[in-house]
């Protein structure tokens, strides 16, 4: 629909000289010398005549918009998109130089806390790493600090405590003391629905966490400081000539990497779960009658009677006295150092790749945090079995009671697990979370610690009920002290409730002065400040690029008549630049959060792609980049420019430039096959949203003011543009290392100036006025693609978040680069977790089709010999196949019958029934000649470098094309054969 332009922006529109695109300008010819400091501009910083600036702007902004250069070796205008080299990605499981590392940081830690058993198997593990790498001197070292900790583990004192409130038992295995006292078990309502947000747990395994209730232990305990090893279960198994259950039917359950889900594994048992086991492991593949027998023998062996804990005696000890948290370190979601969950090293096709926490299966006990009772990997690593039988509405009914030493039911078929494993998200590793398995269940995924009384040999001080003395008012200095640690600490929840649980029953009246217990309370109550996290979480992913999480939300984007007019008169000043595109203002709504890279994708990123892939880009394809010429204030082609030559010394940190919109689609596509996340550009309307950085309707990503130099890299001083502002100094002449300037609210650095960046949005000059309120993503087709953010050839008016540039998606300038999104359909924490969970079948959701398609296209890419050598030498067969014209599918109608012929969107059609050398116009008359007759035409399109052939129904097919050129030859693809659900023929995808 098109709509009257409102009669007071006819001004604005006359002061437009050229209707077109924000600037996306580069700079003129740079020199090659190095970057270093801030060069001085030799000329006269003389301001240049407005008609020199106006034919230089010109010059610039049709060079922008991919008019035809003045170079006759110029690529052609049409838009080209050729097969690519073969994409390679490293799927090498193990790196000995990362693993020797980690090991050697381990035994460090282990050393230190002088655990000299746990250390040496650190040791070895780092020793034969070492020796992977040929590494004879680290080799040496290691040998030697091995044979000092093999000396100590065997002159191991019993009974000294390695730190207070430690003891060391007749195997050496390693109790803490838990004190006694008080806390809320379970979650409450509020939080139940908090959980579900975040994570989509279904309600059923959130309901039996509530409600919550009061919780009294009433005796010090001791409990396991890590989770029952390999090591120690073979003492026990040594001792007595015990076999498991698994050992004795036969089979255990292990996780199938190829099957994506459990199965009986024939031989499966404690010494042998389906990965390698070393003495430091948690002990898996047991049920409760082989933690049991452990607990009787250690019983005997140790002279007190051990047990595995109460589901109450667990929660309490995990939660570390942070009582009414997530996870034993707080509310916040967790990074590699907190626990092992499904992370990107696991198997598991659900698994959270935004975190990294160094192990694919379980890790070796005290890899991670302990809590504050020192007690390691109390969630996560492996599920722990508790003495109490599973009823999931066990508690019902509790909340207005406070219960003492619960025991749980005195019947079931199910027994509890607690603190979530290896397998799944940390949706089920939290403090409250519980479920049931069988009893006879012998799985990978679980193991067990367990727990004792003290005992007068143990040499503890007499115990204290801390809360009771804080209730005397002669301790009312105690009480303050605790109330400032946890103050202190960030924990002020914990001390409100504190005071709740110690608060006098008398409440403040006329007479409440004479009381100082209720006073001292009232008024630590009232100076505790509950305030709510919100800190920014992120990730950061192999090549170093950190993520950082943009929350949903609505924002106005574009710019409104008096924001244009503004910036007209301010910041243009005459310039023959047009603002129309970015009316008129409008609401729009992310609907789900998105991961965007905190700074541009670098050069040295950008490198390791190119390394592993031998990838060509355009500007290397083409003989040079696009590069502004100031002599002549025109954009031509530079012989020999690229990414790594673009005009300037260029270095790791630096965004990489020169690279067009395919090669950042490429960038994209190999980055999700490497990561099995889906990476992608951003839509304009994520990356605008992105940039206000939560500030509503600012100008700027740091607000309203005017730039000076010191928040963003444009045509300043430095340069040798004509445009330039000759008053402000940024430091650089060319591009800024990323991140040299502050970031904006979400953390995200350069989303002004630096570089332009590419978006995966069509340009439509006026598709602000018909664009949908939720996650608009551009027009369904167009010869152009957006870009946003100004950059360092250009001045301040292309700073502004509602900048709207375009450019053609084969052309590579020295001054656009690009930065990347995760951005999933579901969430990216997902649970997958049911009660059924050995048995249950994954089937994967649209991000995980996604990537599954990229690794797909990867794997088909790889050429026999992945080696450079041969990676260079098929550069010349790939520049001499023959271009193959045709009309690339953009989008369907949605009445088109396009996709049911098998048809998607990205397919290059080559042929229609039987003619070829395709052009758009002759594709429609094709289509309109086939509808007249009544023919049911044939299609051979492409995809993936494969040729197909569908036929379509009569007419045409509700389809959008652009044209396009394609290198063949291709191969021919088998045809298809239909299966129907069930067939066992059929060999299912691999959903890596």
């Not at 009974?159 to 430690?166: L, Y």
């Not at 619960?406 to 509890?416: H, I, K, L």
């Not at 390394?611 to 082609?637: K, M």
């Not at 599954?852 to 067969?877: G, I, L, M, N």
């Amino acid at each position: 629909m098109v709509t009257a332009m409102p009669r007071s922006y006819v001004p604005v529109s006359l002061f437009v000289l050229t209707v077109g695109l924000f600037l996306c300008v580069p700079g003129g010819y740079p020199q090659t010398d190095p970057q270093g400091p801030p060069s001085r501009v030799s000329e006269s910083d003389r301001e240049a005549g407005p008609s020199k600036i106006f034919e230089a702007v010109s010059g610039y902004i049709e060079g922008m918009r991919g008019k035809p250069n003045r170079r006759d070796d110029a690529p052609s205008s049409e838009v080209k998109e050729r097969n690519r080299r073969p994409i390679v990605v490293d799927r090498s499981e193990s790196d000995p130089r990362r693993i020797l590392e980690a090991e050697k940081t381990l035994a460090r830690t282990r050393l230190e806390r002088r655990e000299w058993d746990l250390a040496v198997s650190s040791l070895e593990r780092a020793l034969v790493a070492a020796s992977k790498l040929s590494d004879e001197k680290e080799s040496a070292e290691l040998q030697e600090k091995l044979r000092i900790a093999r000396q100590k583990a065997a002159r191991v004192i019993e009974g000294v405590p390695q730190s207070p409130g430690e003891v060391r038992n007749a195997i050496g295995m390693k109790m803490v003391v838990i004190p006694a006292g008080s806390f809320t078990m379970g979650t409450s309502r509020a939080e139940q629905r908090r959980v579900q947000n975040v994570w989509n747990i279904p309600e059923d395994l959130v309901n039996r966490e509530g409600p919550a209730h009061s919780v009294r232990i009433n005796r010090r305990f001791l409990i396991g400081k890590y989770q029952v090893t390999a090591g120690e279960f073979k003492k026990f198994v040594e001792d007595t000539g015990y076999r498991t259950v698994a050992e004795v039917q036969g089979w255990g359950w292990v996780y199938d990497k190829t099957k994506k889900h459990w199965v009986k594994q024939s031989g499966a048992s404690w010494v042998n779960p389906g990965y390698e086991v070393w003495e430091d492991h948690p002990v898996t593949v047991v049920c409760e009658a082989d933690a049991k027998a452990f607990c009787t023998w250690l019983s005997r062996k140790d002279g007190r009677t051990y047990s595995l804990p109460t589901e109450a005696q667990w929660e309490y000890a995990a939660r570390g006295g942070k009582d009414g948290k997530r996870f034993p370190w707080g509310d916040e979601y967790p990074d590699g150092t907190k626990l092992n969950i499904a992370d990107r090293r696991s198997p598991v096709p659900w698994a959270d790749r935004t975190v990294d926490d160094g192990h694919g299966g379980p890790a070796p006990v005290g890899s991670y945090e302990p809590n504050d009772f020192w007690l390691y990997d109390m969630t996560g690593n492996v599920w722990e079995l508790c003495s109490d039988r599973y009823r999931a509405n066990e508690y019902a009914g509790r909340a207005s009671t406070v219960s003492e030493d619960p025991t749980g039911p005195p019947r079931g078929t199910q027994v509890v697990v607690r603190g979530g494993n290896w397998a799944f998200s940390p949706a089920i590793a939290r403090n409250a979370f519980r479920t049931g398995v069988p009893p006879d269940m012998a799985a990978d995924v679980a193991g067990f610690r367990v727990s004792a009384e003290p005992q007068p040999a143990d040499g503890l001080r007499p115990e204290r009920d801390t809360e009771k003395s804080m209730k005397d008012l002669g301790n009312a200095s105690e009480l303050l002290a605790e109330i400032k640690r946890l103050v202190a600490a960030g924990k002020r929840l914990e001390a409100r409730r504190l005071l709740e649980r110690i608060k006098p029953e008398k409440t403040l009246g006329k007479d409440s002065g004479a009381d100082p217990a209720v006073y001292t309370t009232e008024v630590l109550s009232a100076m505790i400040d509950v305030v709510e996290d919100k800190s920014t979480e992120s990730f950061t992913n192999t090549l170093g690029m950190e993520m950082i999480r943009i929350p949903a939300g609505a924002f106005v984007m574009g710019s409104s008549e008096s924001d244009i007019a503004w910036a007209m008169m301010t910041l243009a000043q005459g310039q023959p630049v047009s603002l129309e595109n970015e009316y008129p203002f409008h609401k729009v709504r992310i609907s789900s959060p998105f991961y965007m890279s905190s700074t541009e994708v670098t050069v040295g990123q950008f490198q390791k792609f190119v390394e592993e892939t031998g990838y060509l880009t355009d500007a290397e394809d083409a003989g040079g980049g696009q590069v502004f010429n100031t002599e002549n204030a025109q954009f031509e082609i530079k012989r020999g420019s690229s990414w790594k030559n673009p005009g300037w010394d260029i270095s790791p940190d630096q965004p990489v430039t020169m690279v067009s919109y395919y090669d950042a689609q490429a960038f994209a596509e190999w980055l999700t096959a490497k990561e099995k996340l889906p990476y992608k550009l951003p839509t304009e309307a994520q990356w605008e949203y992105a940039a206000r950085g939560g500030i509503p309707m600012a100008q700027f990503p740091w607000g309203d003011d005017l730039q000076d130099g010191r928040r963003a890299n444009f045509a300043d001083r430095n340069s040798d543009f004509e445009w330039r502002d000759r008053n402000a100094d940024d430091g650089y002449k060319y591009v800024a290392p990323v991140g040299s300037y502050e970031p904006n609210g979400y953390g995200l650095y350069d989303m002004a100036g630096n570089v332009l960046e590419w978006v995966r949005d069509y340009y439509g000059e006026d598709y602000y006025r018909y664009t949908p309120e939720i996650d608009p993503e551009g027009p369904g087709h167009g010869e152009n693609r957006v870009t946003k953010g100004g950059d360092w050839t250009f001045g301040p008016v292309n700073l502004r978040c509602a900048f709207r540039g375009w450019s053609r998606p084969d052309l590579a300038f020295y001054n656009t680069g690009f930065r990347l999104i995760v951005e999933t359909d579901s969430s990216l924490r997902p649970v997958h977790f049911a009660d059924d969970f050995l048995t249950k079948k994954w089937v994967p959701g649209p991000d995980q089709r996604t990537v599954a398609e990229a690794v797909a296209r990867t794997k088909e890419r790889r050429p026999d010999d992945s080696t450079a050598k041969d990676s260079k030498d098929s550069t010349a067969s790939v520049r001499d196949a023959p271009l193959v014209p045709g009309v690339k599918i953009l989008s369907f109608t949605p009445k088109s019958d396009g996709e049911k012929a098998g048809l998607r969107k990205g397919d290059v059609i080559i042929a229609y029934h039987g003619t070829r050398d395709l052009t758009t116009e002759k594709f429609l008359a094709l289509t309109l000649e086939t509808r007249k007759q009544r023919i049911s035409p044939l299609l051979v399109f492409v995809r993936d470098g494969h040729e197909h052939v569908v036929r379509a129904n009569r007419g045409f097919l509700g389809i959008a094309v652009m044209d396009t050129t394609l290198r063949g030859p291709f191969k021919k693809a088998a045809p298809e054969r239909d299966t129907q659900p069930g067939d066992k023929t059929t060999k299912p995808l691999d959903w890596t």
